[in-house]
């Protein structure tokens, strides 16, 4: 079998159709972050570009011919839109002389949802992929690449040369649960009279709330959130990421499986939440709001998201990166996974020195988190 790799440049020069059955297969339950259309529209909308420090350099794997595999690749000149922070690493290898920049970075631009990142249906092809972004980390004369929040299943299976990292995020799961009052029947007593403050205390500040998903969205609605969204974006980060251009695209694109619960009060809508509806979960991602609010945060982006997975019978919700007050509001604490090659062998030895320690220390704190659960009646493991 001729087996060969290849990098592209620009998304829109890969099929979608081919793009599609790798990162979402028939009978698996589809992740609407890794759709063709998702990646396509930050491209295209110049928020990740060489502009803006994300290179497009995915790699594509052919056998005989065939596109078989794909891996979302960038080349990038910063640690900035990651999640997985690397910014020790950086200052540790410039003080010795090194050159951490460029890197090559293969995830989901902005998206600390985890998912398949080595887009290919066997276990062997993956494993080639990883093989073939060592080779493309030497070729671009990069100091690393770095893959993240990737399944456990590709971070257990990789080779020796790619070291491992964990981390945690905290998800929702439903537990069959037919309404919110029975998921908040679930929890421990302090805990559900807690949400329950927390619920009246937003309801009575006169704030409703309007889920807007599909096509009863309108550019009206992304106005809101855009605003809520560069308001909160320029406080949090000095710039957002992400511009309007490209929530146009994802409404043109996606929109089917956008959910935008966005928040009024007196006739004024104050805050908005962006998630993505999955095959199985609902993924929360951006937020923002003009008023502040006790508790309006909470409400926006966790109850209304229950409350809305529960209706729709999804399994799990994502509410992103870090958080560990989400554990009080009944999300669970759960291990995400990174995979990083370095081209360096003294970098690649410190590194691996340091994530043997992270690792220890990932796995102490999730059991002291699993200890402080919310919920009723749980077994530890």
């Known amino acids: 079998m001729a087996i060969s790799f290849r990098t592209n440049a620009?998304?829109?020069?890969?099929?979608?159709?081919?793009?599609?059955?790798?990162?979402?297969?028939?009978?698996?339950?589809?992740?609407p972050l890794l759709a063709h259309a998702f990646f396509l529209s930050l491209e295209e909308s110049g928020c990740a570009a060489s502009r803006t420090g994300w290179s497009p350099s995915h790699l594509l794997m052919e056998?005989?011919?065939?596109?078989?595999?794909?891996?979302?690749?960038?080349?990038?000149?910063?640690?900035?839109?990651?999640?997985?922070?690397d910014h020790g690493f950086a200052e540790a290898f410039h003080r010795a002389g090194g050159n951490y920049y460029p890197k090559l970075q293969v995830s989901v631009p902005f998206t600390p949802v985890p998912g398949q990142r080595?887009?290919?249906?066997?276990?062997?092809?993956?494993?080639?992929?990883?093989?073939g972004l060592e080779a493309l980390t030497a070729e671009h004369k990069?100091?690393?690449?770095?893959?993240?929040?990737?399944?456990?299943?590709?971070?257990?299976?990789?080779?020796?040369?790619?070291?491992?990292?964990?981390?945690?995020?905290?998800?929702w799961e439903n537990k069959g649960f037919?309404?919110?009052?029975?998921?908040?029947?679930?929890?421990?007593?302090a805990k559900r009279k807690?949400?329950?403050?927390e619920r009246e205390a937003v309801a009575a500040r006169g704030i409703t709330f309007e889920l807007v998903t599909g096509d009863d969205l309108r550019p009206k609605h992304w106005d809101h959130f855009f605003k809520f969204y560069m308001?909160?974006?320029?406080?949090?980060?000095?710039?957002?990421?992400?511009?309007?251009?490209?929530?146009?695209?994802?409404?043109?694109?996606?929109?089917?499986h956008v959910l935008l619960v966005l928040a009024q009060r007196d006739g004024k809508t104050i805050a908005g939440a962006l998630n993505f509806i999955g095959g199985d979960r609902l993924y929360g991602r951006n937020w923002g709001c003009l008023e502040d609010h006790p508790f309006l945060h909470f409400e926006t982006c966790y109850y209304q998201a229950i409350d809305f997975a529960i209706t729709r019978g999804l399994k799990v919700v994502e509410a992103g990166a870090q958080g560990e007050h989400k554990l009080a509001r009944g999300y669970l604490p759960v291990k995400t996974y990174s995979?990083?090659?370095?081209?360096?062998?003294?970098?690649?030895?410190?590194?691996?020195?340091?994530?043997?320690?992270?690792?220890?220390?990932?796995?102490?704190?999730?059991?002291?988190?699993?200890?402080h659960s919310p919920f009723k009646n749980v077994e530890q493991e």
């Open 63 to 85: 056998e005989n011919g065939a596109i078989t595999g794909i891996v979302p690749c960038y080349l990038k000149s910063h640690s900035q839109g990651e999640y997985v922070f």
């Open 118 to 131: 080595l887009l290919a249906t066997t276990t062997e092809r993956r494993a080639r992929l990883l093989r």
């Open 339 to 371: 995979l990083h090659h370095f081209a360096h062998p003294g970098l690649a030895r410190a590194v691996r020195e340091y994530l043997d320690q992270e690792r220890a220390a990932i796995d102490q704190d999730q059991q002291l988190l699993a200890a």
């Open 10 to 31: 620009s998304l829109a020069q890969i099929d979608p159709k081919v793009w599609d059955n790798l990162a979402n297969p028939p009978g698996a339950a589809f992740n």
């Open 231 to 256: 308001d909160t974006g320029s406080r949090k980060w000095g710039r957002p990421y992400l511009n309007r251009e490209f929530f146009a695209m994802i409404h043109e694109r996606l929109r089917e």
């Open 142 to 171: 990069a100091s690393s690449c770095h893959v993240t929040f990737l399944p456990e299943a590709d971070w257990q299976s990789a080779p020796a040369s790619w070291l491992k990292r964990q981390d945690i995020q905290f998800h």
């Open 194 to 197: 807690n949400i329950r403050k």
């Open 178 to 189: 037919g309404s919110f009052a029975e998921f908040l029947g679930s929890l421990s007593s």
